[in-house]
């Protein structure tokens, strides 16, 4: 019988389990060290994490393995080039949570415009602050989106039936969809001179890390809001927290950090005009049933032989047809 390892503790429906288990033995992995998934490894045929690393170690040392499958659309803790040198597929759910991860990025954008976490605090402090804590409307106001795959093209349409203009940074997105969707699409830098919010979107890549620096800030209005619901190290921190207590930006709303969780003692949790989520964009009771089913569904596939439907390294495909 097949054997399908979680790498990590991952909440699965019954319907999800039981299609799993229709395919192969389901086993959870033992131990958190690298030998213990070595070992766990060796003769599994399809492996699902959430955020544990799959490295070249245990990809390599593996015997059977046909998928290493993405519990979420990350895939950066996959060792996506091992696998590839292997023939082994790398899977992630594209799609599964977009809906989420834009309205939670709508919310904080809301939030941080209008100091709704603040009011909250005072309002339960005893203190009834009014003027003291006007906010920001987002009708009329101008959002940049660095990244437009299916998140940012579901908060555009949001963000447009607000009232906001919407611009674009994408090198892989074509002028014709962004025509099509009412966006503008621009490089990087006259986006964020531009924007009155800046919302990352993007994945997580060599591209894109520390892509939002001192550099990048610098070109940010004394009035926008910085907003990430994609992966920390796409923003320098330390340069966002030096631009925040210097004023040169408005406020920023992050569901991501550097290094999660962060450090109790990391200023973005205590300046005022930040306020911050535990990495739960993508967090849904839809979107987990959604992501649950289509980890589930793509694992059958592979072990039927087929070839999965989002599948991140796409040259293995090819290398097997041919």
């Known amino acids: 019988m097949s054997k399908i390892l979680f790498a990590d503790r991952r909440p699965m429906s019954d319907e999800s389990m039981r299609l799993l288990r229709s395919a192969g033995e389901v086993v959870w992995a033992e131990g958190d060290k690298e030998a213990d998934l070595v070992r766990d490894m060796k003769d599994t045929e399809v492996v699902i994490s959430g955020v544990r690393r799959i490295t070249r170690e245990a ?47 709508l919310g904080l954008m809301i939030g941080i415009a209008r100091k709704i976490p603040q009011l909250h605090d005072a309002v339960r402090a005893g203190k009834w602050l009014r003027w003291e804590l006007l906010g920001n409307e987002l009708y009329g106001k101008t959002l940049g ?28 997105v074509p002028k014709e969809k962004a025509g099509e969707l009412g966006v503008e699409l621009l490089t990087l830098e006259p986006l964020l001179s531009r924007s009155d919010f800046i919302v990352i979107c993007c994945a997580l890549t060599d591209e894109t890390r520390g ?22 190290p796409i923003v320098d921190e330390q340069a966002l927290i030096s631009a925040l207590r210097n004023k040169r930006i408005a406020g920023a709303a992050l569901d991501v950090f550097e ?20 990495h739960v964009a993508g967090f849904s009771d839809e ?7 289509t980890v589930a569904e793509e694992a059958v596939r592979i072990l039927k032989g087929q070839e999965p439907r989002f599948l991140v390294n796409r040259e293995v495909a090819r290398h097997k047809k041919a």
């Open 287 to 293: 979107s987990m049933k959604r992501l649950q089913l």
């Open 59 to 105: 990809i390599l040392a593996s015997e059977k393995l046909k998928a290493a499958i993405a519990y979420g659309v990350g895939f950066d803790h996959i060792d996506v080039a091992a696998a590839t040198e292997k023939g082994i597929y790398v899977v992630n759910t594209p799609g599964v949570n977009s809906i989420s991860v834009a309205e939670l990025a």
């Open 145 to 172: 989106m660095v990244g437009f795959g299916r998140v940012g093209t579901h908060l555009a349409t949001l963000a447009r039936g607000l009232g906001m203009s919407v611009l674009v940074f994408d090198p892989y």
């Open 211 to 232: 892509l939002i620096g001192e550099k990048a800030l610098a070109l940010l209005k004394p009035t926008a809001y910085l907003v990430n619901v994609a992966r920390g």
């Open 259 to 278: 290094k999660e969780p962060p450090d109790p003692n990391n200023p973005l949790l205590t300046l005022p005009t930040v306020i911050v989520t535990s």
